[in-house]
């Protein structure tokens, strides 16, 4: 019986993990060679000149600044002035035979976004490697973590190494697979969980991404993967969630946790499941997110013994919380992702009617979306954005990530969103951008490389002409509105360079590139954005496909 069980929970769990994320056979069109003119560099030196450092450290701005780069490391970082006032040729780092310099005075500059949730496009969504990479480099994204290696860990870690090598335009990538991804069966005990671990690093894999197992099987995989030094990342499913909640599954040795899933329940006090309706469905994402939308409010309520008493355990464990604010927007207010002014020149076709109502495709459930259950989402997000405040407050570490290409969530554009969120949420905008790098860093186990602007670091950073702690929305790809003193709108921002690994890139020509793709793809299929029950328009005589 208890193997029957075994093989049920591992069939489910299997079922739930390939209706999340892409399938292994179901890979995207790999990213082209980098070709000539995009980026520069890796240079021998180059020199930044004249920015306002913005730091991961919880440092005030400071600048005017130069930073040379050596190859792909930071040479120096040297202050070489004062606001408002000449600088002084003889004070700056002189440049020397070879030296790349960029003129960035005025500008301000921050260590590169992490991205802590990025699946690389998907085929269901039509969206493939280029398109998404240069989404995310064009915002700022020079790292990303795939959590789920949809498209096999064989092709993702491939790109990972061309990434490293700088051969694609794309982030860095770190690979966490699916736990039982490539197994022949279903994984059903402790001695199998853990040669599939020991296999996965061999393999190269960077960690794990878990959706739930039976407990068992969970604490020996966590266990045998942190004896191997990785890193671990987990939804934790509904399926499995009333076994193995957050706090249980930061005792085994998770490192990482998504979304909020877990947390709710290891806060339960007056029950033991979550408040299932008799006619719930998991597979019907309509009863699944609807009842989502009602968890934290069945949580113990802020302030009391076991809200604190979790919270305090989850820091004292090192567990890191990567929240996700963004990709759940659309439940607490549908028309505002939905209508996003991004999604016109930005969003593929395929892309667009993934997004929208049906009953297969993950994500994509607004069968009868209304205001009952945008009201509930708004309650829970208050809540759920208290846990993460207080959390961070408290010394808990917290990350940003975007969980892109479902639910009207673009990616880059996305993340820009978790940013708002975050600071919806009560963090200070250098708090923001601290959990932006930082705090990503640390929870790859990579901050002696990457996450801040320091001597001796690799060379990601993102360069923009408006200061983003004024205002966040002027990361944006499409920029912020802005009216003039001579009364004239004007769109300010966006991104202009994106220096990953010493490579420099025009932000806004990668974005450039997704335009052209997407006005390509919808040119070839004569397609132009309607919103959902609103049939498309005709096509005039003459027009259409050859």
């Not at 009333?242 to 339960?268: D, I, Q, V």
């Not at 990457?450 to 408006?466: H, N, P, R, T």
């Amino acid at each position: 019986m208890r193997r029957l069980r075994l093989l049920l929970s591992a069939t489910l769990i299997m079922h739930c993990t390939l209706s999340i994320v892409h399938s292994s056979n179901a890979q995207v069109e790999k990213a082209p060679a980098r070709k000539a003119g995009e980026g520069g560099g890796p240079y021998d030196r180059l020199i930044v000149r004249g920015v306002t450092l913005i730091n991961s450290t919880g440092a005030p701005p400071i600048g005017p600044v130069d930073i040379v780069v050596e190859k792909n490391r930071i040479a120096q970082i040297r202050q070489v002035g004062y606001p408002g006032v000449a600088i002084d040729p003889k004070s700056r780092p002189q440049a020397t035979a070879g030296t790349h310099e960029l003129n960035c005075e005025g500008m301000y500059l921050m260590p590169g976004f992490i991205d802590m949730h990025g699946h690389i496009g998907g085929k269901d969504q039509g969206a493939n490697a280029d398109y998404v990479f240069k989404l995310w480099l064009g915002h700022g994204i020079t790292t990303i973590r795939d959590p789920s290696a949809g498209n096999g860990l064989d092709w993702v870690l491939e790109h990972r190494a061309r990434s490293d090598r700088n051969e694609i335009v794309a982030p860095r990538i770190k690979a966490y697979t699916v736990f039982g991804q490539g197994s022949k069966e279903p994984i059903t005990t402790p001695e199998q969980a853990r040669a599939w671990v020991r296999l996965n690093a061999q393999k190269g894999a960077d960690g794990i991404k878990f959706f739930g197992a039976e407990p068992n099987v969970f604490r020996a995989a966590l266990d045998e993967n942190k004896k191997l030094g990785l890193r671990s990342a987990c939804h934790h499913a509904q399926l499995e969630v009333a076994r193995m909640n957050a706090l249980a599954t930061a005792k085994a040795g998770l490192t990482t946790m998504e979304h909020w899933y877990g947390l709710p329940e290891s806060l339960f006090a007056d029950r033991t499941v979550q408040d299932y309706p008799a006619t719930y469905n998991y597979n019907n994402e309509q009863d699944r997110f609807t009842e989502a939308g009602n968890l934290w409010q069945q949580a113990a309520k802020p302030g009391t013994d076991r809200w604190n008493k979790v919270m305090d355990e989850l820091i004292a464990l090192d567990f890191t919380l990567d929240p996700t604010f963004n990709i759940y927007e659309a439940n607490r207010e549908l028309m505002l992702a939905r209508r996003a002014e991004w999604h016109d020149d930005y969003t593929l076709p395929s892309l667009w009617r993934f997004y929208g109502p049906s009953r297969i495709s993950h994500g994509s459930y607004w069968h009868n979306w209304g205001t009952e259950q945008e009201v509930a989402w708004k309650k829970n997000y208050q809540l759920w954005m208290q846990f993460i405040n207080e959390y961070k407050n408290r010394g808990g570490r917290v990350t940003t990530g975007s969980d892109s290409g479902f639910i009207y969530q673009l990616y880059g554009f996305a993340y820009i969103r978790e940013l708002e969120l975050l600071r919806e949420a009560g963090f200070h905008p250098l708090e923001v951008v601290r959990a932006a790098t930082i705090k990503g860093a640390e929870a790859l186990g990579m901050a002696d490389q990457i996450g801040s602007v320091e001597v001796g670091k690799l060379a990601d950073f993102v360069i923009v002409k408006e200061n983003p702690l004024v205002n966040l929305k002027t990361l944006y790809g499409t920029g912020a509105i802005h009216l003039n003193d001579k009364n004239e709108v004007e769109r300010v921002g966006g991104v202009t360079y994106t220096v990953k690994d010493g490579v420099v890139y025009d932000a806004k020509k990668l974005l450039a590139d997704v335009r052209a793709l997407v006005a390509e793809a919808k040119k070839k299929e004569n397609f132009e954005i309607t919103q959902p029950g609103i049939p498309q328009k005709p096509a005039k005589v003459g027009e259409g496909k050859n």
